[in-house]
Each structure stands twice: as structure tokens, then as C-alpha cells.
């Protein structure tokens, strides 16, 4: 039997012994292609569930729940996930927990205030994103909401001085094609449209929110490239401000409503489950997405947002026509497109215009190293959703 370590590599348990991989070659190669097809339904099902679950709460008969209030309940369950989780670190010790929180929060005060910025933009883009589906069609919104790839890439530019290749810069402006095709569709009155909907409200809010969404993230890796501390501790810190914010926008904004009918006021088992989409389904794909390659993850929000037309149309009565179809297939190809690695555009490009011959490595040179298919060119990180830019920064 062989032990396998963090890093991959296996100890011989005793003499004689031989490790799986030597044993069967095929085995690993097959159990991450699975791990690959596992996360790419999970990117999938999350991209696409959580977008779906909100208009669908949101349209239902009866009493409306307040948005406010669902977006405190995720920060809250979120913020309980992550301090069970550095519970389990500790190995349920919980004085080593209180130590490890009192150095980590209160000591190094300064590191948790810097979070303070990005909470609050993070906390005004989720109640952004029940303003924006309440009023545009789950489709429309899942295609429009892919602006955050541009703004992401132009606050990566101008913050973190990152450069972006020729084929990126034609993806976003195809991209931004794309999703202005979807509007004008929109704009037009493609298929019928709920009295109490208003299109220019939602479309203001789901920029509102892709502005917020790129810039909170390029800020979030700027303020702690170099700093420690884990994932969980991150969303912790992020969940105590968010918390706290959120009750403050839930005062502003529906505190006299709230106070009179109640907090749980016309939560339903569709409402929880937005909740807990919200509050689990970022932690879940920070867990997968390690499995999954930036070619992947672009071929998942494609699937997903095919996904959320199709379930428009059964659900919600959608109408796709042609041109909302060619709006939607040109984002679905910009995002693919900006997902692709450097150096595999270059190749494209390169055996387009030399043909099939192949680049010889000179005598007595080592080859040149081999990226990392998931840690790979960080002008592709803006893809990422909201948490895996947490986990980047991390």
C-alpha cells in the first residue's frame, strides 16, 4: 500500500511495495477526468441554479419576501460555515480557535478593516442582483451579467497593471456586442412582460452590479497578494462585515417594512433555498473549481447560460428569437474565447500561419516549464465568479 502525500507524490509503505499509479497508469488519468466532469456539472447546476431560484422566488403569487433580509441570512450561514470549518482545523479545540480568532481578527486589526471595502461591495452588488432579476428575464440577466468579464479585465488593467492579448481585447468587445444585441431584444418587448417589471431598472442594476463585481475582486487580490491566512478565514472576516452591512442597507432601505411584518416575512422553502444557494454555493465551487481548467470553466458558464434559456422557456414563458439568439451565441463565444490560456492562442495562431511543422527544442536545453492548467495566466482569473476571486486573493 502507498501513502500519497499533499503534493501528489507516494511513499512506499514497506519493501516491495508498488504505488497505485505504477500499478495501473490508466487509474489517475481516469479519476481526473472524472473529477473534471464532476466540477463542470457543479459549475454548471451553481452558475445557473442560483439565477434561476431568485426569479422564480421573486415571481411567485402571494407575499414577497424582503430582499434585504435573504441577502443578511446568507452572510450570516456563510460566516457559520466557515467558523464550523476552522473549528474542524482546530481539531474542535475550542480555546485554539478562540486564540487563533483573537490573533487573526482583533490583533491584526488592520488586515480585517482592509476588508471592510470590498464587504460593502460585495453586500451593495447582492441586493443588486435581486433588483436586476426581479426585473429582467433569468435569461436575459445570466447573459447581460457577463459584463463582470469586462469590467473585471478593464479594473485588472488599470489596477494591477495586467495586460491582456489581442484575442482577449476582440472577446470582451465581442462580448460587449453580444449582450447589447440582448438588450436591444429586450428593449424591443420580445415576448410578454409582467406589469410590475421594469427592464431599465434592471439593466441599470445589473451594471451597477458588474461595476461593483469587477472592482471589488481586482481589489480584493490587490489588498492581500502577500498576506496570510486561509480561505475560510477570508469569508469569515467577509461574512462579520457583510453581516453587519447588510443589516445597515436592510434599515435604509426596508427597516419600517421589516419591523411591521416581520424578518421572515413571506419566506417559502423556494425563498431558503436562494438562501442557502447563495450562502453555500460559492464554498462549494471554491472546493471544485481546483479540478477545473480555464477552457472548462468558460465552457461551463456557456452551458450554463443555455442552461437558464431553456429553463426560462418552461418555467417562465420565455421567448427566444433571432435576435436574442445571436446575442446570446456571441457572449457564449467571447466567454469561451477570453477563457482560453495564452500560450494555447498563440499556438492556434502559430500553426494557422506556419502549418503543421513543430517547434524543436535545441540540443542540450531543458524544455521549457509547463503551466499549471488551473493556476495558470492570471489575465484569465476575471472569468472567476465572486468567491474564486476570494480564493485567489487568498
Not at 58 to 79: H, I, N, Q, S
Amino acid at each position: 500500500m502507498a501513502a500519497v502525500g499533499s503534493g501528489g507524490s507516494t511513499a512506499a509503505a514497506g519493501p516491495g511495495a508498488v504505488s497505485a499509479g505504477a500499478l495501473e497508469p490508466g487509474t489517475a488519468s481516469a479519476a481526473h477526468r472524472r473529477l473534471k466532469y464532476i466540477s463542470l456539472a457543479v459549475l454548471v447546476v451553481q452558475n445557473a441554479s442560483l439565477i434561476l431560484s431568485i426569479r422564480y422566488a421573486r415571481t411567485l403569487p402571494g407575499d414577497r419576501f424582503f430582499a434585504t433580509t435573504a441577502v443578511v441570512m446568507a452572510e450570516v450561514l456563510k460566516g457559520l460555515t466557515c467558523l464550523l470549518l476552522l473549528f474542524a482545523q482546530k481539531r474542535g479545540n475550542v480555546k485554539h480557535l478562540a486564540l487563533f480568532l483573537h490573533e487573526a481578527v482583533l490583533v491584526r486589526y488592520v488586515d480585517t478593516l482592509k476588508l471592510a471595502v470590498p464587504s460593502l461591495i460585495y453586500t451593495l452588488q447582492n441586493n443588486l442582483q435581486y433588483v436586476a432579476i426581479s426585473n429582467l428575464p433569468a435569461a436575459t440577466f445570466q447573459v447581460t451579467y457577463q459584463l463582470k468579464i469586462l469590467t473585471t479585465a478593464l479594473f485588472s488593467v488599470l489596477m494591477l497593471n495586467r495586460s491582456l492579448s489581442r484575442l482577449q481585447w476582440a472577446s470582451l468587445l465581442l462580448l460587449f456586442t453580444g449582450v447589447a444585441i440582448v438588450q436591444a431584444q429586450q428593449a424591443g418587448g420580445g415576448g410578454p412582460r409582467p406589469l410590475d417589471q421594469n427592464p431599465g431598472a434592471g439593466l441599470v442594476a445589473v451594471v451597477a452590479s458588474c461595476l461593483s463585481s469587477g472592482f471589488a475582486g481586482v481589489y480584493f487580490e490587490k489588498i492581500l497578494k502577500g498576506s496570510s491566512g486561509s480561505v475560510w478565514l477570508r469569508n469569515l472576516q467577509l461574512g462579520l462585515f457583510g453581516t453587519a452591512l447588510g443589516l445597515v442597507g436592510l434599515w435604509w432601505a426596508e427597516g419600517t417594512a421589516v419591523a411591521r411584518r416581520g424578518f421572515f416575512f413571506g419566506y417559502t422553502p423556494a425563498v431558503w433555498g436562494v438562501v442557502l444557494n447563495q450562502a453555500f454555493g460559492g464554498l462549494l465551487v471554491a472546493v471544485v473549481v481546483k479540478y477545473a481548467d480555464n477552457i472548462l470553466k468558460g465552457f461551463a458558464t456557456s452551458l450554463s447560460i443555455v442552461l437558464s434559456t431553456v429553463a426560462s422557456i418552461r418555467l417562465f414563458g420565455f421567448h427566444v428569437d433571432p435576435l436574442f439568439a445571436l446575442g446570446a451565441g456571441l457572449v457564449i463565444g467571447a466567454v469561451y474565447l477570453y477563457s482560453l490560456p495564452r500560450g494555447a492562442a498563440k499556438a492556434t495562431a502559430s500553426a494557422s500561419t506556419s502549418g503543421p511543422c513543430t517547434h524543436q527544442q535545441p540540443p542540450g536545453q531543458p524544455p521549457p516549464p509547463k503551466l499549471s492548467s488551473h493556476r495558470g495566466d492570471l489575465s484569465t482569473e476575471p472569468f472567476l465568479p465572486k468567491l474564486l476571486t476570494k480564493v485567489k486573493g487568498s
